[in-house]
Each structure stands twice: as structure tokens, then as C-alpha cells.
């Protein structure tokens, strides 16, 4: 398949042109101008640019990829080794920020709903990344982060009563701790994310809503599965997903 071709099926997709993100979504470093073989991840580490490598790709397509709003832009240390390397092999590299998490059924917000079993009530927040889903069955906190440990794989930090009864769980991946408190807004018992602030643990013990953080790597994980698999099943492309070990 032709790069530039995926490129604008991707973009497509996931509606790239209505988001104002903090990095560049789409092509982020151009390589070679046909691609069989894509290699997916998280983030665009030194680890999956390697695993690319041994894998003879055409193209890399993350999540987390390069050129961050307000980061150091010089091409120095392990951002020259990672681009030397990318560019010496005529590796393409294409990454999904925001619109990857806010994708009704491939994103990393819908995905976590179908591990869990949550059918998604409403959305709130910017671009309406944050979810709401009412329980089949009410539970309590700790029940939940039990569940979270088996579909991630990792124990999620549980902040506040494990006891406390849950019917309305809202929830965001990655790093929307600050999102928090709009969660308790719409009326969530529990809120998950990826990560926690100094302050969630105040807002968790106040407000009384337990807080479960369950990971950035770990609940972002799912979303560029499912891109992968759907762009393995559409075009004559393989998709192979390699996960590179995060506790964070």
C-alpha cells in the first residue's frame, strides 16, 4: 500500500483535522513510499524503532510519537539516535494522539469499555474524551480495581475506600488525572485513568469517589491494537503489535 494513501485513510478515520493536540498527528518522519509490513506500540521509543528493525517494517504507527508542544526541538542526544536510526532505515513513522483516544470504536477510551464490559453513557470533557457508563450490576471500588488488574494485566493504584459501592464509573486513559473532578460532575462513583497527582489523593479522600490509577502504558495500549488489526484486515498490510514493558 502506498504511505501517503494510508496516511490519508488514517486521517480520515479518526477525523485528525478537528482535534488541536499537542504534538502533530498523521506522518510524523517520512520513510519509504510503500508500506507491506507496520509495526505498532505505544510510544515511538528507541525499543520499537529496534523491534521495527528486526522486523524488516516499512512503517512504525504509535500512539505517543515525537515533536511535543513545548519540548526541547534540537535533535540532540536520544532524539538524534532516535531519528538516525529511523531515517537510515526509511522507516516510516505515523502517530495518533488525541484522536486515537477519542474514537467511538477503535480509540483507547471505547476499547477499555469493551475489556470491561461498559457500555458508554455519555461523554464529557474537550473533544469528549471522557466517558460515563452505568454498571450492569452495582460493585464496590475494590471490586473493580480487581477487574482492572486481570484486563491490564498490572495492579492498578486504588485511591480511597475499596468498600465504597459503584454504579457510574467514568473514566479516560493516559494521563487525565486533571479530569478528575469533571467525572464527579457527571456523576461517577469511581473514576480510572492512567496516572495520579499529588492532589488526587486529596480529591479522592474529600469528595469521597474512590480513584483508580491503572496505568498510561497499560490503558493505552488497545487503541493502536485495534487500528493495526483494522488496517491488517482492510489492506494487503500486516500489523504486528510489540509491546515494550512500562510500569508508568
Known sequence: MLRDALGAYMDGLLETARF??????GL???G???VRRIVCGVTASQALIDAALERSADAIL???GWFWKGEDGRVTGFRKRRMQTLLAADINLFAY???LDAHPELGNNAQLAARFGWVTERRFGEHELGCLAVLPAPTFAGAVAQVAERVLGRAPLLIGD???PVSRVAWCSGGAQDWFEAGIAVGADLFLSGEASEQTTHL?????VPYLAAGHHAT???GVMALGQHLAERFDVTCDYVEIDNPI
Open 20 to 25: 488541536k493536540d499537542y504534538c502533530p498527528n
Open 28 to 30: 510524523q518522519v517520512e
Open 32 to 34: 519509504r513510499g510503500e
Open 62 to 64: 504509535v500512539h505517543h
Open 97 to 99: 494522539h488525541l484522536p
Open 162 to 164: 475499596a468498600k465504597r
Open 204 to 208: 479522592a479522600r474529600e469528595s469521597g
Open 220 to 222: 493505552e495500549r488497545f
